[in-house]
């Protein structure tokens, strides 16, 4: 089967030239001018490959990269710039692209990236071909983002190597481990959490590495530690950025060696043990600034997941909030409640700085502050809640409103595209709340994808 190419440049000429370079070795191409003119073509067929320009007339190529590789069809990037530079780069690979080629080389050189990335894309679909059913226990939603987060997951628990999670306070680190390690070899055996940032400094070798009887004050008895209780499981490094420096230059050791000794004791141990860390701090800060060892991160960054803070999850709220309200019921032993289009509705203008577990908590205070009722509506949640999602309706009335007072025959008339956006926020408002934020139903209720809608629901 032919292989499909979509080139998005502004520049016709070399469109012209890279489209006859990938016809003539037998690529199927299309090109477009600019960014939404090539996400429509993307929307209507499956690419492969997405050659894309960074300076475009509607955007940056860059800052597009997670909208074009989020299409059904999962294309890989290839960016392509006349001012290439270093940061550039580190954007385009950071965000996923498969490669940065400068254009004043690109007829010459683009034949090897492009056979290189066919090749991966072909192995990947075989991988992606045999079933895998992921254990994903408290893991909600089914947003792109959420998706990606969760591919990561599969490969990182088919390995046995290191895995470091970041991602802001309250997305859910621990619950994503605990998915590495459920589905994992290591399943059957222990999953021990270590708060790096509760423990007390001058305890913190002895919790890790064990000590013998009589290594220190009250030291009355041998104790193991929580590194070989991880033995043939996980070991879960919460909060790793709050480890002192001198542990982690010992803790690098064991890493490396898998064995060690306890405080106090002459005789090393040994701990066959799989190490996942996470932090919501930025590890190569801490490093410029001599507060975290380099070493070390390269050893805990074999496998990198950064999680989607909930902002990004677009249409996973419905979802999320039904799970923690049937918990929340259910361990209460409260009979469930109606759940008005409203309160959904509130919870989705809200931005949500704290992610899923303020979300949690907010779902908490309004169980108990619903006791009585039997529907919940917006006005059972939290202040900061409501005039949030009042200041967002009428923001929202308020670019909707034409600035010359109502259309009427002698009115100016809004422009079409300006017309065409309300009509589909409109619209938008109304499906999603006759489906009480069901993605799934509102596919079906509209006869509209479920990639177009996400877009739809982004703009």
């Not at 489209?19 to 001018?33: E, F, H, I, P, V």
């Not at 890790?208 to 070989?228: E, M, P």
């Not at 542990?247 to 690098?252: G, N």
Request: charged share 25%; with cysteine.
């Amino acid at each position: 089967m032919p292989k499909n190419i979509l080139i998005i440049d502004d520049d016709k000429t070399l469109c012209l030239m890279i489209a006859s370079l990938l016809d003539t070795s037998g690529y199927d191409t299309q090109s477009a001018s600019c960014l939404n003119e090539g996400y429509e073509i993307a929307l209507t067929s499956n690419f492969d490959i997405v050659m894309l320009d960074v300076q475009l007339p509607d955007g940056n190529g860059l800052e597009s990269i997670p909208r074009f590789s989020t299409l059904p069809s999962r294309p890989e990037i290839i960016i392509m710039t006349a001012a290439a530079d270093s940061d550039g780069a580190q954007k385009a690979i950071e965000s996923g692209a498969w490669d940065y080629l400068e254009k004043t080389n690109i007829i010459k050189e683009l034949m090897l990236p492009v056979t290189r990335a066919l090749q991966y894309r072909e192995e990947k679909n075989k991988i992606a071909a045999a079933p895998v059913i992921l254990k994903r226990k408290n893991i909600i939603g089914d947003s792109s983002a959420i998706t990606q987060s969760l591919e990561q997951v599969a490969y990182s628990a088919a390995s046995d190597a290191a895995v470091l999670i970041t991602g802001e306070t309250g997305t859910g680190k621990e619950v994503f481990a605990h998915a590495i390690h459920n589905n994992s070899k290591r399943a059957k055996n222990n999953f021990i959490v270590v708060d790096c940032a509760a423990l007390p400094s001058t305890l913190i070798e002895s919790n890790l590495f064990g000590h013998s009887k009589g290594a220190f004050t009250g030291a009355d008895q041998n104790s193991s530690g929580l590194i070989l209780h991880a033995d043939s499981g996980t070991l879960f490094l919460d909060e790793i950025g709050e480890l002192p420096l001198e542990t982690q230059k010992k803790f690098l050791r064991v890493l490396q060696e898998q064995r060690y000794r306890p405080v106090g004791s002459t005789k090393e141990v040994t701990s066959d043990f799989r190490v996942i860390a996470a932090t919501n701090r930025n590890l190569e800060e801490m490093v410029a600034k001599g507060k975290f060892r380099e070493d070390l991160l390269f050893r805990l960054r074999s496998f990198h997941i950064e999680l989607p803070p909930l902002r990004f999850r677009e249409g996973d709220i419905p979802e999320l909030t039904h799970f923690i309200l049937d918990k929340l019921w259910q361990r209460q032993y409260q009979d469930p409640k109606a759940i008005s289009r409203e309160f959904i509705e509130y919870l989705e203008l809200y931005d949500w700085p704290g992610n899923v577990r303020e979300l949690q908590q907010t779902l908490e205070e309004v169980v108990a502050r619903s006791q009585g009722h039997q529907t919940l509506f917006g006005f059972h949640l939290p202040g900061r809640i409501r005039i949030k999602a009042t200041q967002a309706n009428l923001s929202n009335k308020e670019k909707a409103t034409p600035v010359k007072g109502k259309i009427g025959p002698k009115s100016k008339p809004l422009k079409w595209k300006q017309y065409k956006e309300d009509m589909e926020s409109q619209y938008l408002k109304q499906l999603m709340a006759y489906c009480e934020g069901d993605v799934k139903l509102a596919c079906e209720e509209s006869g509209i994808s479920r990639a177009r809608l996400y877009e739809l629901l982004k703009k």
